[in-house]
T-cell receptor, first 113, second 116 residues
C-alpha cells in the first residue's frame, strides 16, 4: 500500500489481558515510531526503530510495554497485563532518511475495560 | 527539554472567515524542525508542512499560510476563507535535526470547527 497501515483499528481488552498491535510502514522507510495519544491530548512518543534496531525506548511507560521490528519492516507493539490507563489511540509513523518527515497510520484505538 | 504550546484549545468560526492557530515552542537546539499536522475525525494525522529552523521565510500553499518567527519562538498557521472541510484538530510539533530520525514533540492541539 501507499501509506502506513495499522491493525486492528479497534481493540477492546479486559483488564489483565495481553494485546498486540501491528504496524506496516511505508515501503522503504527505515525509521519507525510509536506514539500514544490519550483522549483530547497530543500524541506522545513511545519508541523508535531504525531498521530492526530499537534506538530509543525512553517513552515506554512501563515494562508491560514491549515493541519489536525483527526484520526491519513490520513492527508490533505488545502490552502485557493491560490496565485501564492504557486506553488510548496508538499511532505508528514511518519516515525515510532522505525526507525525515513522519507519515502516520490511522491508529489503533485500544479500550481496556 | 523541548516543549510545544498551543494555547487555543478550541476555535469556532463561520465559513469563509480567516482563522489563525497559534504555536509557541521551546528548545535548546540551535537547529530543529517545526511541523503542522491535521487530524480529521477519522483519526489519521495528516502532514501539512515542515519548516527548518534556519529558513524563516513564510510559506503559502493555497488557502494555508505559515508564519515562522524565531525571535518569538512562534510558528503560526492561518487558514484563509475557511471551509467546513477544514474542521479538524490541528497539531503543531517540534523535532531535532541531528543524525538519524528524531521523535516529534507535539502540542495539545487546537480543535477547529468551521460552521456553515
Amino acid at each position: 500500500g501507499a501509506g502506513v497501515s495499522q491493525s486492528p483499528r479497534y481493540k477492546v481488552a479486559k483488564r489483565g489481558q495481553d494485546v498486540a498491535l501491528r504496524c506496516d510502514p511505508i515501503s522503504g522507510h527505515v525509521s519507525l515510531f510509536w506514539y500514544q495519544q490519550a483522549l483530547g491530548q497530543g500524541p506522545e512518543f513511545l519508541t523508535y526503530f531504525q531498521n530492526e534496531a530499537q534506538l530509543d525506548k525512553s517513552g515506554l511507560p512501563s515494562d508491560r510495554f514491549f515493541a519489536e521490528r525483527p526484520e526491519g519492516s513490520v513492527s508490533t507493539l505488545k502490552i502485557q497485563r493491560t490496565q485501564q490507563e492504557d486506553s488510548a489511540v496508538y499511532l505508528c509513523a514511518s519516515s525515510s532518511p532522505r525526507d525525515g518527515t513522519q507519515y502516520f497510520g490511522p491508529g489503533t484505538r485500544l479500550t481496556v475495560l | 527539554a523541548q516543549k510545544v504550546t498551543q494555547a487555543q484549545t478550541e476555535i469556532s468560526v463561520v465559513e469563509k472567515e480567516d482563522v489563525t492557530l497559534d504555536c509557541v515552542y521551546e528548545t535548546r537546539d540551535t537547529t530543529y524542525y517545526l511541523f503542522w499536522y491535521k487530524q480529521p475525525p477519522s483519526g489519521e494525522l495528516v502532514f501539512l508542512i515542515r519548516r527548518n529552523s534556519f529558513d524563516e521565510q513564510n510559506e503559502i500553499s493555497g488557502r494555508y499560510s505559515w508564519n515562522f518567527q524565531k525571535s518569538t519562538s512562534s510558528f503560526n498557521f492561518t487558514i484563509t476563507a475557511s471551509q467546513v472541510v477544514d474542521s479538524a484538530v490541528y497539531f503543531c510539533a517540534l523535532s531535532g535535526i541531528s543524525q538519524g530520525a528524531q521523535k516529534l514533540v507535539f502540542g495539545q492541539g487546537t480543535r477547529l470547527t468551521i460552521n456553515p
